[in-house]
Structure formats: structure tokens, C-alpha cells
């Protein structure tokens, strides 16, 4: 377990968000890997806070927390919003800013 | 020697279970493989030494975040007992990005230098440490992001609301647009 083992892994967990991102259609699909990607991002953070010493990571990390908290309810709220409104939650029926 | 055995299984564990949430056909079942997910970065974080961290994890993601993701799912049915599938559109595409991606920044890692010494003993990061610097040296980033969360909830509540009949609704379209080949069942 090496710091470049780390950071490998949280790449990867990156890039399967990425993935995940681009492939979905669903909005709350797309969400969930928004939440792998925020999550990868995380583990950097708590990667380098016990390779490098200090506790900055880890508030940053605490900090990273609460704002994908922040963001899911949001789009949890949208998404709700989308189905209300368009009977679906597919994101390209989205695609208009007037009815 | 088994700290490295425990890193590669939880390693594979976490890979996996983000690779199905990707891949998963049904949504219930990709929300629920992102608790794996959520569960596996959190017993990374305990072997990273960063306790209090992975007990919030476990409690905020595990038990928030993937469980408003499952309400998410279910709050957007318009039928009870219909599976929920998750399609999968341009699969090249997203193989191409995230390859991308993953090649630049890991031939970034592997090249750097001095990336492969092992775990060193730092002193180790207790949880005064942490409430110590949330609330002194980063007092002011804490009450940002305490009125960031509450503007995220009054927002939430405001997007999400139920307007009355005669309200002028924000935004609303009439139903019109169910494309074909939706997962409408006909009763």
C-alpha cells in the first residue's frame, strides 16, 4: 500500500464516474456517478493527508462531505421537478428552457 | 505484508462495486451498488488511518446519501412493480473518455517520483486535531459551507415542492412529451 497505489485507485474510481457520466441517461444514474467521481476525489484528499501528515485533508475531506450533500439534494429535488413535470427523468427530455 | 492483501481486496471491492453502478440494468440496483462502493471507501479510509472520517462516511453516505439515492429511484415511478432500467447510450464513447482520463492521469502518477515509499508513521491525526481546525483555524470555510447546506435544503424544498392547482406553476410542461419506448406499462 503506496501512495501510488492510492492515487491509482482513486483514478480509477474516476474514470468509471466518467464513464458513468457519459453513458447514462437517467438523471438520478448520472447522479450516482457524480457521487463516485466526488467520492474518488475524497479518498485523494485522505490519501494525502496520512502520506504527507496533518489534518488539512481531512478537514478538506469533511469539507468535500458536506457539499456532495449539499449537491444530492439538490439534484434529487430537480430530478423529482423533471418527473413532475415531464413524466420521466431521462435527461434529454430536459432540453428546452420554455415549454 | 497482509495490510497489502486487506488494500488489494478492499481495492477490488470498491473497483467492482463502482463498475456495477455503471453497468447495472436495473437503477435500484446501481443505487444500492453505490452503498458497496460507499462501504469499501470507507474501510479504506480506517486503513488510511482517518477513523472519524470513515464513521462519517458510513453514517452520511452509506446512511444518507445512498438511501436518498433509493428514494430518488422510487419517488419517480409512475407504476408500483415496474423494474426500472437504466439504459446505456454510447458506449464507445464513454470507454474512450474514461480511458482517456485514467491513461493521462496514471501515466502522471507513474512517472512522478517518490511515490512509492511506503506507509510512513506520521503522528497520527486524532479527532481534536480535526474539531481544532474546523472551528479555529477554518472557522470561517465551516459556517460558509453550514449556510451553504442550508440555502441546498430551502432550495431542495422550494425546487421540489407540490404547487397548489391555482398556482402559477415555475416551469411546467404538460405531459405530452412521453417519448415512445418509454417504461410506461399500460394498466
Known sequence: MTLSHCLLLATALFSVGIYGLLTRRQVVAILLSVELMANAANLVFVTFSRFKGGAQGQIFALFSLALTVAEVA??????????????????????EMKS | MSASVGFGFVAACTLLSALFVVRSQQLIRAALWLGVTLLATAALYAMLDASFLAGVQVLLYVGGVSVLMVFGVMMTRRHEGIVVEAETVNVPRGVFAAGAVFGVVAGAIQMTPGLEAPLPTPPVVTIQDLGRGLVIDHVLAFEVVSFLLLIAVIGAIVIARRRDPGEA????MPRRKVPAGSQEVSP
Open chain 1, 74 to 95: 439538490v439534484g434529487l429535488a430537480l430530478v423529482i421537478l423533471l418527473y413532475r413535470t415531464h413524466g420521466d427523468t431521462r435527461v434529454d427530455l430536459a432540453s
Open chain 2, 169 to 172: 406553476p415555475i416551469g411546467f
